[in-house]
Each structure stands twice: as structure tokens, then as C-alpha cells.
């Protein structure tokens, strides 16, 4: 198995030079939109991009990484078929309730504008058409072209974003520039990667009947497990938003962007080739142990030194990139970057669940999370003091996340 190495970090440098790109770029740009919008204006759209990121991990079924197991092109074909009707389905759903929701008054949905309200859906679309062309480049190994296409879709997001914002866009260019970057990445993917076409029927026909009950764990333990997990990664932004206000939520969603980028960057990158090096690991001998105990490693390394510089000089690092105003906000880096540090180990690590067949498992720890989660945001206190509950309590949570996945690699515990 040593002689997978090389292979390893050649694919690893293949993904991470698309995702460092992809990531690069909107990060370049950041001190220059935090200083032409406001931390309201920032809260108002990552509330709106909490909710795209939501919804679109409704509206694939989690079905797209059941083309990593199935190579076959009419099953693959299918699969995406199925995504794009139930992707269709849920956008025109979300679009409905959150319009409803804003007319019945809900507080939440007040921050957000009309054209904010309508284009949910379509957000939410783009994404999910994205993850599930992404998924269908891993299967094939294209990483080379998929990066391509995260760059082109990135890059595209950070420019729009800052001359929309230039010209006075103000809030409505930050959601103007994700929808535009959105379209252009997945144009891009799509042209590159020629997947198959995928026609949207009135109702799902036999064959999308049968992959779908052919893959039932996908939806049946996957979805919720995944759904959970989306709705605690945009939990502590919407109950911010909700107990100490807009400002407050602005300081949140830049905090979670810059934490965020480690294990977009790295870790992803890491996924991208560990999702194939462990399916085949275990397919050839029945466990990934060697596949996990490698990656490990590689992500212990990789993420050790920006969580120690985070950890040490957060507050003086993010006033002088993105102004004084957002000072506060490196306070919360500070806090939260220890539970980052778990979370860029862990993340890619989770796969095991999915090739052991263990999403139940998975399921019931996304459960436990969710609880904690609004139990430290609904607990009284300051922001700060919210924060570090939810630090400690997710920490907590992420050790027994990464016994579990080691068991689960072993291949040694009970069927869920």
C-alpha cells in the first residue's frame, strides 16, 4: 500500500491547486468588500447563503455520492436525472415557503430583502447542480478539471462581488456576485467535464424509482445526517442573528469564512482523494485503515500550524486585514479556533461512514450535535460566552466523531 503515496499527494496537489484557487480568491478580496459593506450587510447575506446551503443538501437526497460507488454511465446518468428533478422540486419549495414565511412576519426572514426571498431557490438549484457535477469528476478521477472549475466559478463570485459593490450595489451585490459565480462554475464544469445529459420529467420514471431504492441509505440515513449537519453549521449564525442582532451575525459570518478556508482549502482537497483511495481499499481488502491512518497524518500536519496562529493573534490579524470594525470578530476566531482544528481533521475523515455502510451512526451523532449546538446559543450570556460553549461542546463531540470513524474504518463494528 506505501506505493499509493506519491499517488496520493499527486491527486491532493491536483485538487488543492483548484480548491487554493477557489479559496484564494474571495479571500484576496475580503479587505476589500469588508470595507465597502457593512457587518449588517454581511450578516444579511450569509443568512441568505446559510439558507442556499441547506436547502441544497435537501435538494440532492445526498444522492451524487452514490456516484462514487457507481462508475456505470446509464447509472450515472440516472443519478443525475433524479438530482436535477429533486433539486427543481426543492428550489420552487424553498422559494415558496420562505416568500410565505416573510409575509407571516417571521422576525428572521425580515433581514432579508425580496430579492433575497426569490432567489433562494435558484441558489439553491445552482448549488446542488454543482456538488453533483463535482461528484461525477471525483468518480473519474477528472480533479484536474474540476479545480478548473472551481477557480472559474470563484473567481468569478470575488470579482463580480467587488465591482457591483464598487458601483454601490451595497447588499444586493454580494448576492448578485454568488449568483453570477454560481452559473459561471457550473458552465464551466459542465463544459469541461461533459456529464451526461440529465432531462427533467413531470415525475421520476422506473429507473430513478429503482436507484433510488437501490441507494435507499443515501436518503434514509445520509440526507438527515448531512441535513443536520448543514442546519448546525448555519445554526449559530441564524440564532446570533435572532439574539444579539445584525451586526452581531455580520462579525459571526466573517469569522466562520476565514475558519472555514483551512478546511475548504486543505482538507477538502484531501477528501477528494481519500473518498477514492478508501473505496478502494476497502473493496480490495475489506477495510481502509491504511487509507485513514495516512490521511490522519497528512491533516493533523497540515492543519496544527494555522490553528496555533489563529489561536495566538486572531484580534490583531483581522483588524489590520479587514479594518478596526471587525476586530471583534478575530475575538471570536480566537475562541473558535481549536474546534476548527477538529473539524479540518474530522470532516474528510466522516467518509468512512459512507463506504462502511454506518450512516445510521453517523446519523445519531449529527443528532447529539444539533442539541449541543442550540443549547449553547439558547443558553444566557454574551456572544463571546455563547461561543465558547459551543467550542467546547462541539470539541467534545468531534473526539468521539474520530473514534467512531476509526472503528468504522476497521470495519469492525456492529451494522447500524
Not at 485538487?15 to 484557487?21: A, C, M
Request: glycine share 8%; hydrophobic share 55%; aromatic share 12%.
Amino acid at each position: 500500500m506505501t506505493e499509493t503515496r506519491p499517488t496520493f499527494w499527486k491527486h491532493v496537489i491536483t485538487v488543492l491547486g483548484g480548491t487554493l484557487g477557489a479559496q484564494a480568491l474571495p479571500l484576496a478580496v475580503a479587505p476589500l468588500l469588508t470595507r465597502l459593506c457593512t457587518p449588517s450587510e454581511m450578516g444579511a447575506f450569509s443568512l441568505w447563503l446559510g439558507v442556499v446551503a441547506v436547502s441544497a443538501v435537501a435538494a440532492t437526497l445526498r444522492m451524487e455520492n452514490a456516484m462514487i460507488l457507481d462508475h456505470e454511465p446509464e447509472q450515472q446518468r440516472t443519478c443525475f436525472r433524479l438530482v436535477f428533478y429533486t433539486a427543481t422540486v426543492t428550489a420552487l419549495l424553498v422559494t415558496a415557503v420562505a416568500l410565505c414565511a416573510r409575509l407571516a412576519g417571521i422576525h428572521t426572514l425580515q433581514r432579508l430583502s425580496w430579492a433575497e426571498l426569490l432567489t433562494v431557490g435558484l441558489g439553491t438549484w445552482l448549488t446542488a447542480a454543482m456538488q453533483t457535477t463535482l461528484a461525477y469528476a471525483t468518480s473519474h478521477g477528472a480533479f484536474g478539471k474540476a479545480a478548473r472549475a472551481k477557480i472559474w466559478g470563484a473567481g468569478t463570485i470575488a470579482l463580480s462581488q467587488l465591482v457591483l459593490l464598487y458601483i454601490g450595489a451595497n447588499g444586493l451585490g454580494l448576492l448578485a456576485g454568488q449568483l453570477i459565480g454560481l452559473a459561471a462554475g457550473l458552465l464551466s464544469a459542465r463544459l469541461q467535464l461533459r456529464p451526461p445529459t440529465a432531462p427533467i420529467g413531470l415525475v421520476p420514471d422506473a429507473g430513478q424509482r429503482a436507484y433510488l431504492h437501490r441507494h435507499a441509505a443515501f436518503w434514509r440515513f445520509s440526507l438527515p445526517s448531512n441535513l443536520l449537519n448543514a442546519v448546525v453549521s448555519q445554526l449559530p449564525l441564524f440564532l446570533i442573528g435572532l439574539r444579539h442582532g445584525a451586526v452581531a451575525a455580520g462579525l459571526y459570518a466573517l469569522t466562520q469564512r476565514v475558519l472555514y478556508a483551512p478546511v475548504a482549502l486543505l482538507a477538502a482537497s484531501v477528501l477528494e482523494v481519500f473518498k477514492r483511495q478508501s473505496v478502494q481499499e476497502f473493496q480490495a481488502v475489506g477495510h481502509c485503515t491504511h487509507a485513514y491512518r495516512y490521511t490522519f497524518k497528512v491533516l493533523t500536519l497540515l492543519g496544527l500550524g494555522p490553528s496555533l496562529v489563529l489561536f495566538a493573534f486572531s484580534p490583531t490579524l483581522f483588524a489590520w486585514i479587514f479594518g478596526e470594525n471587525w476586530r471583534a470578530a478575530g475575538e471570536l476566531a480566537q475562541i473558535l479556533a481549536p474546534l476548527y482544528f477538529l473539524n479540518f481533521i474530522a470532516s474528510p475523515l466522516s467518509y468512512v461512514f459512507f463506504i462502511s455502510g454506518k450512516q445510521k451512526i453517523d446519523l445519531i451523532w449529527q443528532i447529539a450535535l444539533f442539541v449541543m449546538t442550540a443549547t449553547a446559543f439558547s443558553a444566557p450570556g454574551t456572544l463571546q460566552q455563547n461561543v465558547l460553549w459551543f467550542t467546547v461542546g462541539y470539541s467534545v463531540l468531534y473526539l468521539v466523531y474520530l473514534h467512531l470513524s476509526w472503528q468504522c474504518s476497521q470495519n469492525g463494528m456492529v451494522t447500524a
